[in-house]
């Protein structure tokens, strides 16, 4: 900053004002130092900031698959509003294996992330995160919450929108209506299975274990799995896929087996190409981007000392109508 105060003609003091955005300097004096830090090619060094404010303006995500288009979305979010406010954001997948979470959490915090926004994986210890937010890091769930931890959360509608959505497919005639959904140590599967059941029971429809199917999506090891459900002496009518991942490979399967015209199909969350496959696929759609941006709000307003009660935020799905789920069943009255 010397080289650049020297260029310009001001003072040291003068030149910190306008790189660090503190204290007022005029029209023509900004102009002419912006000149000479462009002149000179200078940046702020970062470290040394941090070691005066005792923050490395670093937050970490910690997703279960950063790949995954919901999660995709999300550390997007997170990422433009740590930018904003600069911040840098890390970010990493668990696997959903509790130990591979754990490390990367060590990690961030080790390496003094201010604060971290986390998708719990399935068998996380509670009492971990409870010793790092005891230890002084910000945290926020995200997707899925932490029992018994005191700590601000944003969900989706899980239950509600599940029922949204096997409601609808009961509407239009079905009664047989298989559920696949995640492995049933997962939040957001069971929930949803719950809303599935919600609406089932709502229509008076008696529900079917043979139906319900819960285990994590893989192509190797879901085939027989599906071909059991299709298979049955009395077959559904109609499919929910309780994640984006199964509605892939359920819609794969089909067309592998030659099953044409598809069943009556609606998935929860949506899906690159769902809308443009014949017919489109029938949605219960998240707001990720909206779920990243404000567990980024609320975890940047804990870092700077807001020390409110604690937030559970729930936001709400939608239905998208586009042709699958509305696929007529026997007790259509059209």
Sequence with gaps: MSDVAAASGVSLKTVSRVVNGVGYVSAETLETVQAAIEQLGFRRNEFARQLRQGTTATIGLVLEDVADPFYSVLTRAVED?????????????????????????????????????IAP???????????????GCSMVFVDRPVPGIRADTVLAENRGGAARGAAHLIAHGHRRIAFFGDAASVYTATERLAGYRDALSAAGVESDDELVVMAVPHDEANGAVIDAVLDLDDPPTAIFAGN????????????AR????????????????????????????????????????????????DDRPTQHIQLETRLIERGSGEIAGPFSAC
């Design 244 to 255: 984006n991942r199964w509605s892939v490979l359920l819609l794969r399967h089909l067309k």
């Design 81 to 117: 509003v740590a930018l904003s406010q600069d911040y840098l954001l890390l970010s990493a997948s668990s696997a959903e294996d509790a130990a591979r979470s754990r490390r990367i959490i060590e990690s961030f915090s080790s390496r003094g992330a201010d604060g971290l926004i």
């Design 258 to 305: 030659g099953i044409r015209p598809l069943p009556a199909f609606l998935g929860f969350d949506d899906f690159e190409l769902g809308d443009v496959l014949d017919p489109g696929i029938t949605v219960i759609a998240q707001n990720p981007a909206a779920m990243g941006q404000l567990a980024a709000e609320l975890l940047l307003r804990r870092v700077s000392g």
């Design 121 to 135: 994986a399935r068998g996380t210890d509670p009492a971990f995160l409870q010793a790092e937010l005891d230890a």
